[in-house]
């Protein structure tokens, strides 16, 4: 038999993770487009999508500490948090392997 899995509780998702996790989505978007629009035009890009990266970097970095200062609250629900630092993470991984392709 399967069990209901609801939940009954008054903790709310705090705000910062949804900021978190919304920041970590457009740094992962917005570099793979990055990615993706080099390799179609076979690295012939301007610099617009190196601005592009260097700020997916730095909201992936605010993003990072948003969600780490969601995970530290007490009595709140963590999954947007802990979603928003894995999103930022891979951002922050993407940005440093796009860095380092080029060497």
Known sequence: MKKNRLMFTNKKHPAVA??????????????IYAAFSSF????AVTGRYGFGIALAMLYSL??????????????????????????????????????????
């Open 18 to 31: 949804y900021i978190s996790t919304i920041l970590g989505a457009i740094s992962v978007m917005s570099l």
């Open 40 to 43: 179609t035009r076979q690295g």
């Open 62 to 103: 605010a993003g990072l500490v948003l969600a780490l200062i969601g995970l530290r609250k007490e009595d709140v629900l963590r999954t947007f948090s802990v979603i928003g630092a894995v999103l930022n993470v891979l951002a922050l991984l993407m940005c440093g392997f796009l860095l380092w392709i080029p060497t």
